[in-house]
């Protein structure tokens, strides 16, 4: 009998399942693209059945497909883009509205007022976040109080809201179950990170009913046996995390200062603290890593909105290129220092900026440019943004010199290699790059019983390239000079 951990990764623009074998290699995938929704300038929603139709058919798939007669799934783990906000009927299951997106900035009138009235620093010290359309709590209230009825239907009782994760877990337990755990309450700006508990005056201040919200448990835990999940029906969920943390448990970053960055639609660099919830001054995140037995570890992250969606946006919005394996040729074909920025501000600027009414620019541009630069400065971005969060980091104390990198972006040398330059720092390319789908079948691994500790876990993470910095300083100083020259003509 072979034996697997499933896990569910479901992201931004896709969702996926992935079956592991119990060594972390990958056994199956199967992936479906779903559609984006933009009924407004800034605003950003899914259909939740969308999510749901996509996890539920990318599973049936892996399961019919690459599934034998003596096979086992063990257990599953759920993995999901983070602060996206859904609520529904607790006995229909129907949202009530669309999900609303991380991405989405149209509370940022509302969170610009509660920054004036001098919230922020408040809020800071109890949840580790700053106030932004970015997290989950406006984009609550937005629903309450934009959608006829539902704030009478909240009050009652009658609504639940939740993160993706706590969506399809309710789905496929047939709505027996309404949980999260701590990393994903964590990104809502209602959970007190230090008490490890949903925030009363928090919940008063944002006008949001307690009886919406899911229990909070630890990350590796009993979330429930799926019952509406064909094949997998009677598998237990035994791992849920936020899809940054998750890939930083992937990493196996468990010792404190170890960091790791992931380039997907956006770009995320999270730094391992330890079980010292440290309070950046240079407005980066503090957030929960991972709870583990009732123990929490925490992390600083920074948050960057827009990464391989700058590369998407160049092949579906300009038609640059016809595929994202495109840009590496042209960039190694193309002088580090041509003298374009592009400034991918499609959604706002998110840290260090957190500036919600920025735009994409592209600057520098001459008779000389053509495709390729344009198309090089694209990558550029992504390093340059990444340079930015390392620079807030130094000035909180703390500076990862070698960084861990995966999502999909990382397949490209060249890009690596630049990040490597610009950051002066050390860049690890693990062998298996799908660290956030193999985090929570770690998570879950552990509590089936599978791994026996987190330093087992550590054994199992092979590198595949490093990348170590080959610009001089004075080079690699001078074109971030000219990054920074051109964020701040936004």
Not at 90 to 108: C, F, H, L, M, S
Not at 141 to 167: C, H, I, S
Not at 220 to 246: H, K, R, W
Not at 382 to 401: F, S
């Amino acid at each position: 009998m072979s034996q697997y951990l499933l896990s569910i990764d479901q992201g931004t623009t896709s969702s996926r399942a992935i079956l592991f074998d119990l060594s972390g290699n990958i056994h199956a995938v199967r992936q479906e693209e779903f559609p984006q929704h933009f009924p407004e300038s800034g605003w950003v929603e899914h259909d939740p059945e969308d999510l749901w139709s996509t996890v539920k058919r990318t599973c049936d798939a892996v399961m019919t497909e690459e599934f034998g007669p003596d096979d086992e799934v063990l257990a599953v783990g759920i993995t999901n883009q983070r602060e996206t906000t859904i609520i529904w009927d607790r006995k229909t299951g129907e949202p009530v509205y669309n999900a609303i997106v991380w991405q989405d900035r149209r509370t940022a009138e509302y969170c610009k007022s509660l920054k004036l009235g001098s919230h922020e620093p408040w809020v800071h010290g109890k949840t580790g976040l700053l106030i932004d359309p970015y997290f989950s709590a406006t984009k609550i209230r937005w629903v309450l109080e934009n959608v006829a009825g539902v704030r009478e239907r909240a009050e009652r009782g009658e609504l639940a809201f939740g993160t993706v994760d706590t969506f399809i877990l309710w789905r496929l337990t047939n709505g027996r179950v309404h949980r999260t755990d701590a990393t994903n309450a964590s990104r809502t700006l209602l959970f007190n990170i230090h008490t490890q508990q949903w925030d009363e005056d928090l919940l008063e201040m944002f006008g949001i009913p307690a009886s919406l919200l899911p229990e909070v448990m630890d990350s590796s835990d009993d979330f429930g046996e799926i019952t509406n999940g064909g094949a997998l029906n009677g598998t237990p969920v035994y791992g849920v995390a936020g899809d940054q943390q998750a890939a930083l448990f992937g990493q196996t970053c468990f010792e404190v200062g170890m960091a790791k960055s992931t380039y997907g639609t956006g770009c995320f660099l999270m730094l391992n603290t330890g079980d010292k919830a440290l309070r950046s001054e240079h407005r980066l995140l503090t957030t929960v890593a991972y709870r583990l037995n009732g123990k929490t570890t925490y992390a600083l992250e920074g948050s960057i909105f827009i990464a391989g969606a700058a590369i998407q946006w160049l092949r579906d919005g300009l038609q640059l290129i016809n595929d994202a394996c495109d840009t590496e040729p042209l960039a190694q074909d193309t002088p580090v220092d041509h003298g374009v920025y592009l400034v991918p501000a499609f959604t706002g600027l998110g840290a260090p900026y957190w500036d919600p009414n920025a735009r994409g620019a592209i600057f520098g541009l001459t008779r000389d440019t053509g495709i390729k630069e344009i198309v090089t400065a694209g990558l550029q971005s992504v390093c340059y943004q990444t340079k930015d969060l390392q620079k807030a980091m130094e000035k909180d104390g703390i500076r990862p010199t070698t960084l861990r990198v995966d999502g999909g972006m990382v397949a490209n040398n060249w890009v690596l290699q630049f990040l490597a330059d610009i950051l002066g720092a050390t860049v690890d390319r693990p062998s298996l790059v799908e660290t956030t789908a193999l985090g929570v079948a770690y998570l879950a691994g552990l509590k089936a019983g599978v791994y026996k500790s987190q330093d087992e876990l550590s054994d199992l993470w092979r590198c595949d390239r490093r990348f170590e910095p080959i610009m001089t300083k004075e080079h690699r100083d001078r074109l971030y000079d000219g990054w920074i020259n051109a964020v701040q003509k936004l």
